[in-house]
């Protein structure tokens, strides 16, 4: 039997009375579905899953999009190319040196972002399995963006309510201090388009749809658009719309990438290892293309 506990007055909710390590019933896949969509964060405690397990539990709630390997040319995967490596860990298990490009990309977690909005069809929900954590530091803190969006003026949400922004992975590394990718890097990762305001499938709520990632506003210039998406994120990310999940061995924490942003707090990476593993969840669609619906083009 599932049960259900709120962990927030908003947002995010504790599962328990499901094993993930062994296959899961249509019926507890069903109460899962429905506490993802209200809830949108869901933590599951006691759950040491395999790779195996993580994959085969996360694939019930879409095709996996699989590692952003971007960053890790010629690097030898610690993981299946189904998870992303999230941990401060190499393929032969030592600890990441200070000067390791995995290292200092994976600091771009700590800004408030929602995953895969680079991406033209982005990503639906992500899962993290914590297989060792640090004694103090690398919680992660969550957002909630319907909540976010309720609070706002009318007047607020009357103007941004059509906007489209611009997002690229460069965007959010370029915040950090990265900067110089060449054309062909740049290539591979172009930017997307996606919509500001978006409608939650799972609840019918509205939600803002906001990342690190995001870069410009289409059609305004650059700097006012860049002025709003830090205005948006600073508001959404307020103490009252936000929860620190703070991490045990066999946690899984499944989120909702289309109603939340998210981001990891600091730890001693070179002193504490942090080993954390991400299935990640495929939308099914690019959410200007969603907007515009399917009869668009006969239109
Ligand atoms: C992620 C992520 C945050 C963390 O895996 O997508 O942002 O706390 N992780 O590791
Ligand atoms: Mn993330």
Known sequence: ??????????????????????????SDYA?????????????????????????????????????????????????RAELADVSNIDHENNMLPVDSER????LGN???????????????????????????GGETEFADMRAAFDALPQARKDEIEDLVVEHSIYRSRERMGFTGYNEATRAELPPVQQVLVRTH??????????????????????EKGQALIDELIAHATQPQF???????????????????MHRA????????????RRSTVSDEINTVEARRGPLADAV
């Not at 709120?6 to 499901?18: Q, R």
């Not at 290292?103 to 994976?106: I, K, L």
């Not at 600091?266 to 504490?272: A, F």
């Open 1 to 26: 039997m599932i049960t259900v506990t709120k962990l927030h007055p908003l947002f995010m909710a504790e599962i328990g009375g499901v094993d993930l390590t062994q296959p899961v019933s249509a």
């Open 31 to 79: 109460a899962i579905d429905d506490a993802f969509n209200t809830h949108a964060v869901l933590v599951f405690r006691g759950q040491p899953v395999t790779e195996a397990q993580q994959v085969a539990f996360s694939k019930h709630f879409g095709p996996l999009i699989p590692t952003t390997n971007y960053h890790r040319k010629g690097e030898m995967q610690r993981l």
């Open 103 to 106: 290292r200092q990309h994976s």
């Open 110 to 136: 700590q800004l408030w972002h929602t995953d895969a909005s680079f991406k033209h069809v982005p990503a639906r929900c992500s899962l993290l399995a914590a297989h060792e954590v640090p004694p103090t």
């Open 201 to 222: 499938p799972g609840s019918g709520r509205k939600t803002l749809y906001l990342a690190a990632h995001a870069s410009h506003v289409l059609g305004w210039p650059l």
């Open 242 to 260: 936000t929860y620190a999940h703070h991490w045990q061995v066999g946690d899984v924490v499944m989120w909702d990438n289309r109603c939340t």
């Open 265 to 276: 707090r600091p730890y001693e990476d070179l002193k504490y290892r942090r080993d954390m």
